[in-house]
């Protein structure tokens, strides 16, 4: 198709749509802030990131910029194949040349958690082969919803409660930015049928045995007691102002308890002891992310068990995050663990 087809295809999918052209302006004023002149895009074939396709795409014609568009096939279901070939297919409609990577290891545990840290791996090497500096998701406002919920479920604190940020840090490549975390699903499908006139349709979104679907499910029985996602997103809203002044408080105790050499993370024992539950389990996720580079925190659950653990007078090695924990000298010490 050419780009001329291909624009007018894009313009028609926003045309006469008040709602869907002040998301476009919305996009725009976020995309003009960051002022880059290569993306990469993360495309699933869903709704949410085939729209943010469309959404770049259309950005690319008014702007100078280029943009990537990837796919992680996780070879996890036996259509997975046919269904990413599919995504490429549909993309082609407006001129979008998708890459499709398939992931090589095996998943067979966790699977939503360990799917997900893959994709992230080969989307941040991508970047870092490219010389990319942000990669786009199409995270919405339902998916910052759910992702309170779920925490919620798992006993968070501040920081995990708080909002997704729209800005935030991969490696020290790549920041990941979320361009539509204030949009409605509802919007994303309509610009999607709109310009695309299908999408494929993931059956673990309906599979009960995973946690996200479950929340996704309380959503009705939410609303219809007059609890709206809108207000629910306020209130995560108000408690991301809340962890940043946390954060700046972290920040000061980071720099002075954490040390990394020779590849290994020393915290100052005594000084950590005497941190409330709160600030040890801040300080243990962000030692795992210095030494591990890991985007998500390990589950407050797992985080309290490890500070019970350091805390028993026979404490001599633990494992959380792909690190071991031990006694080293006066410090705390964290290695990558060897599998």
Same mark, same amino acid.
Request: glycine letters at 4%; proline letters at 1%.
């Given at each position: 198709?050419?780009?001329?087809?291909?624009?007018?295809?894009?313009?028609?999918?926003?045309?006469?749509?008040?709602?869907?052209?002040?998301?476009?302006?919305?996009?725009?004023?976020?995309?003009?802030?960051?002022?880059?002149? #290569?993306?990469?895009?993360?495309?699933?074939?869903?709704?949410?990131?085939?729209?943010?396709?469309?959404?770049?795409?259309?950005?690319?014609?008014?702007?100078?910029?280029?943009?990537?568009?990837?796919?992680?096939?996780?070879?996890?279901?036996?259509?997975?194949?046919?269904?990413?070939?599919?995504?490429?297919?549909?993309?082609?409609?407006?001129?979008?040349?998708?890459?499709?990577?398939?992931?090589?290891?095996?998943?067979?545990?966790?699977?939503?958690?360990?799917?997900?840290?893959?994709?992230?791996?080969?989307?941040?090497?991508?970047?870092?082969?490219?010389?990319?500096?942000?990669?786009?998701?199409?995270?919405?406002?339902?998916?910052?919803?759910?992702?309170?919920?779920?925490?919620?479920?798992?006993?968070?604190?501040?920081?995990?409660?708080?909002?997704?940020?729209?800005?935030?840090?991969?490696?020290?490549?790549?920041?990941?930015?979320?361009?539509?975390?204030?949009?409605?699903?509802?919007?994303?499908?309509?610009?999607?049928?709109?310009?695309?006139?299908?999408?494929?349709?993931?059956?673990? #979104?309906?599979?009960?045995?995973?946690?996200?679907?479950?929340?996704?499910?309380?959503?009705?029985?939410?609303?219809?007691?007059?609890?709206?996602?809108?207000?629910?997103?306020?209130?995560?809203?108000?408690?991301?102002?809340?962890?940043?002044? @946390?954060?700046?408080?972290?920040?000061?105790?980071?720099?002075? @308890?954490?040390?990394?050499?020779?590849?290994?993370?020393?915290?100052?024992?005594?000084?950590?002891?005497?941190?409330?539950?709160?600030?040890?389990?801040?300080?243990?996720?962000?030692?795992?992310?210095?030494?591990?580079?890991?985007?998500?925190?390990?589950?407050?659950?797992?985080?309290?068990?490890?500070?019970?653990?350091?805390?028993?007078?026979?404490?001599?090695?633990?494992?959380?995050?792909?690190?071991?924990?031990?006694?080293?000298?006066? #410090?705390?010490?964290?290695?990558?663990?060897?599998?």
């Amino acid at each position: 198709m050419s780009k001329k087809n291909s624009n007018v295809n894009l313009k028609n999918g926003f045309k006469n749509f008040n709602d869907l052209s002040g998301i476009f302006i919305n996009f725009r004023k976020k995309l003009d802030s960051l002022n880059k002149k #290569n993306y990469l895009v993360a495309v699933s074939g869903g709704p949410d990131s085939l729209a943010l396709a469309a959404l770049a795409k259309y950005y690319s014609y008014i702007r100078n910029t280029k943009f990537h568009y990837v796919l992680v096939n996780h070879n996890i279901r036996k259509n997975s194949n046919r269904e990413a070939e599919k995504v490429k297919k549909i993309l082609k409609k407006i001129n979008i040349n998708l890459k499709i990577f398939k992931n090589k290891k095996k998943i067979t545990q966790n699977i939503q958690a360990e799917a997900r840290n893959t994709r992230y791996k080969i989307l941040n090497n991508y970047c870092r082969n490219n010389k990319i500096k942000v990669l786009i998701t199409a995270h919405n406002l339902e998916d910052q919803v759910e992702t309170f919920f779920i925490r919620l479920s798992r006993g968070s604190g501040l920081r995990g409660l708080s909002a997704m940020k729209l800005l935030s840090k991969l490696d020290g490549q790549a920041s990941l930015f979320r361009p539509l975390l204030d949009i409605k699903k509802k919007f994303l499908i309509k610009i999607t049928k709109n310009v695309f006139g299908n999408y494929i349709k993931d059956p673990s #979104n309906k599979n009960i045995k995973f946690l996200r679907t479950k929340v996704r499910n309380l959503k009705k029985p939410l609303e219809n007691s007059g609890i709206s996602y809108e207000k629910i997103f306020k209130s995560i809203h108000n408690l991301s102002i809340s962890k940043a002044t @946390l954060d700046e408080y972290f920040e000061v105790t980071f720099k002075n @308890l954490i040390k990394k050499a020779k590849g290994e993370i020393l915290i100052k024992f005594r000084k950590y002891d005497a941190l409330n539950n709160d600030a040890k389990m801040a300080l243990i996720n962000e030692s795992i992310r210095r030494l591990k580079k890991n985007y998500y925190d390990s589950r407050s659950k797992k985080v309290i068990n490890l500070i019970k653990n350091i805390g028993k007078k026979d404490f001599k090695k633990s494992t959380l995050g792909g690190c071991i924990f031990s006694k080293k000298g006066e #410090n705390l010490c964290l290695k990558v663990e060897k599998r």
